[in-house]
Nanobody, 118 residues
Framework: QVQVVESGGGLVQAGGSLRLSCAVS????????MGWYRQAPGKQRELVAT???????NYADSVKGRFTISRDNAKNTAYLQMNSLKPEDTAVYYC????????????WGQGTQVTVSA
């Protein structure tokens, strides 16, 4: 059973930073494609960033230059470093893992709240 667990959310002032972590168990982590998504109240879930097994990254335009996705395969963990946070970054942040060994099935975490005050 693949499990995805996010941590690191919280309340921060605008301009501040947070680092989210996403720990994955039950799969060969190094092969997974990892992604961060977010969902603000009343809005659809949207892509924030993804990172491939080879380390290639992709970002939403709204976070380019401010957020950095990374992975540590030895720790089975992906990260989202968020700098220069804005109130519009307030959302529940979700991590997912796309597992090639399971026909690219997608596993989601429970989400972690990020609140940015003005």
């Amino acid at each position: 059973q693949v499990q995805v667990v996010e941590s690191g959310g919280g309340l921060v002032q605008a301009g501040g930073s947070l680092r989210l972590s996403c720990a994955v168990s039950g799969s060969i982590f190094s092969l997974n494609v990892m992604g961060w998504y977010r969902q603000a109240p009343g809005k659809q879930r949207e892509l924030v960033a993804t990172i491939s097994s080879g380390g290639s990254t992709n970002y939403a335009d709204s976070v380019k230059g401010r957020f950095t996705i990374s992975r540590d395969n030895a720790k089975n963990t992906a990260y989202l470093q968020m700098n220069s946070l804005k109130p519009e970054d307030t959302a529940v942040y979700y991590c997912n893992a796309k597992v090639p060994a399971l026909n690219w099935r997608v596993f989601w975490g429970q989400g972690t709240q990020v609140t940015v005050s003005a």
